[in-house]
């Protein structure tokens, strides 16, 4: 693959083990993400899901193998990489415009002005749409709201990786619809090499650029498809169907080998 | 602007976080309906079951309220009252500047928590009264033992609410933390103290509880100003309806004092 040459995020032999654990989670994962490119991390509940993107997010220390971000190596979090969950996470007590804003002047964070981190959240906000709602309260947003703050608040710190757990899993079906287009304009925009992980492969048909299946104990990528296809997809349904039907039974298969 | 702001938002949903006047009215007319039936039942008990000549007449609710009046309007109660709040202000600082450290220690060491729990769990059943004795011994008659005593009792509430809350907070608020690379000062800052700001309000305010409840048997002791000694005051001067006075006007302070916390809790809530 030619884009490996200059991935924004490039995992290597990832092997993870809990502690007491007899088996490890993660068998020699490899994966290499291009900057704007948006990849698909599908696989059955309980496969190693988060605890991949917790390594990818430097959050946790892989027992083997190694995490690059551009040219740097991961050893702890990294300013330029931003993670967000299913469930958004804001804190009650912050405006959603604070909430954007927070962290942006932690110590280890990059040193900025106030008027450049200013800048950062006005663009994030106005990014997601919510400039109307950034006096607001998490308390008084609804679901999609606030899972567009959380975007908003990963946006803020322009991310060069862009890690998303099941973003959009508690959302209903038309706001989740919505919640797939503003990702796809973000990483137009932003240009961040984009993780997503989610339970839904139609989701994935739609966003991603490629699809990695993990399956099995220890989890392994145990199948890989490129689309190649434009963005947005809605209308390309018929030509996914059959590479739905592919994943479909590939994901069918390791479910029968557990 | 504020029209814009709110259009995400439901009707329905905006009920639910700003309850309409019309309903918030409700409560407080049932609440003072059930304030008048105290009253009621207070005239029934001093004023119709009792015998002409009865002793207990003397502590009606028409004295009382003449008796209040006068009270009011003489300079004597506003320093009583100033001074037992003055003490109940004391002994709250105290027991912040003692149960939310200690709270937020024990609240986020495991072991901390289990080697200190039966011993706070001990100490907290004591009455605080019970170390009257002891109180005085160490600081003399006077505010110094008062000040220890309130201290005591509002500790507790506070260092153990607090605690909870650390153990309350949500994992996920401390992920987004390390995920920002936070120093323990910010995650003490700006994680950590605004998250469990609302247990630490229920525990200021079941403290300001106890302490109301707790000052006035204080007061009885060897000090000269405060509700507490004015209780004693009116009973040695016989005056009862002046002592039913000073109760109604610690009920109606410690009422005062308990909706004031409220207030400052459901404004930190939003
Ligand atoms: N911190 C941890 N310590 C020990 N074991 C863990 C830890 N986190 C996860 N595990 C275990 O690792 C396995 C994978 O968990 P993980 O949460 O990564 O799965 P997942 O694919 O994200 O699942 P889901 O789809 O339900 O979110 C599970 O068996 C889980 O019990
Ligand atoms: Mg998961």
């Known amino acids: ?258 | 602007m504020t029209d814009l702001a709110q259009r995400d938002v439901s009707p329905a949903d905006r009920d639910l976080i700003r309850p309409s006047r019309g309903r918030a009215l409700k409560p407080i007319l049932l609440g003072a309906l059930g304030l008048l039936g105290l009253l009621v039942l207070w005239f029934i008990g001093t004023d119709l079951l009792p015998g002409p000549g009865s002793f207990i007449r003397r502590f009606s609710p028409f004295l009382t309220v003449a008796s209040l009046g006068d009270l009011v309007t003489g300079s004597d109660l506003l320093t009583h009252v100033a001074v037992s709040l003055k003490r109940v202000l004391v002994g709250l600082a105290f027991a912040v500047v003692i149960g939310v450290p200690l709270g937020l220690a024990v609240g986020s060491s495991r072991p901390l928590d289990t080697a200190t729990s039966p011993a706070f769990q001990l100490l907290r059943m004591i009455s605080p009264l019970s170390w009257m004795p002891i109180a005085v011994m160490l600081f003399g008659l006077g505010d110094g033992a008062i000040y220890f005593l309130l201290s005591f009792a509002a500790t507790w509430p506070i260092l153990l609410n607090t605690a909870a809350g650390v153990r309350a907070l949500d994992q996920r608020w401390l992920l987004l933390g390390r995920s920002l690379a936070a120093t323990r000062t910010e995650t003490l800052l700006r994680i950590v103290i605004p998250g469990v700001m609302g247990h630490v309000l229920t525990g200021i305010r079941l403290a300001i509880g106890i302490s109301w409840i707790v000052l006035v048997p204080c007061e009885m002791l060897g000090v000269s100003a405060g509700l507490g000694y004015l209780i004693l005051d009116t009973r040695d001067r016989l005056a009862y309806s002046e002592l039913m006075a000073v109760v109604l006007v610690i009920g109606v302070i410690g009422f005062a004092l308990d909706g004031a916390a409220r207030a400052l809790h459901a404004i930190w809530r939003r």
């Open chain 1, 1 to 258: 693959m030619t884009k490996t040459a200059i991935a924004a995020l490039e995992a290597t032999g990832i092997t993870l083990r809990y502690p007491g654990a007899a088996m490890p989670v993660l068998e020699d994962f490899d994966l290499a993400v291009a900057p704007g490119e948006i990849v698909a991390v599908l696989g059955p509940s309980g496969v190693g899901k988060s605890s991949l993107l917790r390594v990818l997010a430097g959050l946790q220390q892989p027992s083997r193998g190694a995490v690059r971000v551009g040219d740097q190596l991961l050893s702890s979090v990294h300013p330029r990489v931003a993670l967000a969950f299913q469930d958004p996470g804001l804190l009650p007590w912050l405006t959603l415009e604070k909430n954007v804003a927070f962290g942006l002047d932690f110590k280890r964070q990059p040193r900025l002005s106030r008027e450049v981190r200013a800048a950062r959240v006005d663009a994030a906000i106005d990014e997601v749409g919510l400039a109307h709602a950034r006096k607001l309260f998490p308390s008084e947003l609804s679901g999609g709201m606030a899972q567009r703050a959380a975007l908003a608040r990963c946006l803020a710190r322009k991310p060069e990786v862009l890690l998303l757990d099941e973003p959009f899993g508690a959302l209903d079906e038309v706001t989740r619809a919505a919640m797939q287009t503003l990702l796809l304009q973000v990483t137009a925009d932003f240009g961040a090499a984009t993780i997503l992980i989610t339970h839904d492969i139609d989701e994935a048909l739609l966003v991603a650029d490629r699809v990695v299946l993990l399956g099995g104990t220890p989890a392994r990528e145990i199948g890989q498809w490129r689309i190649d296809l434009p963005k947005p997809r809605e209308d390309d349904l018929v030509e996914l169907g059959r590479l739905r039907t592919d994943i479909l039974f590939k994901l069918r298969a390791t479910l029968r080998r557990i």
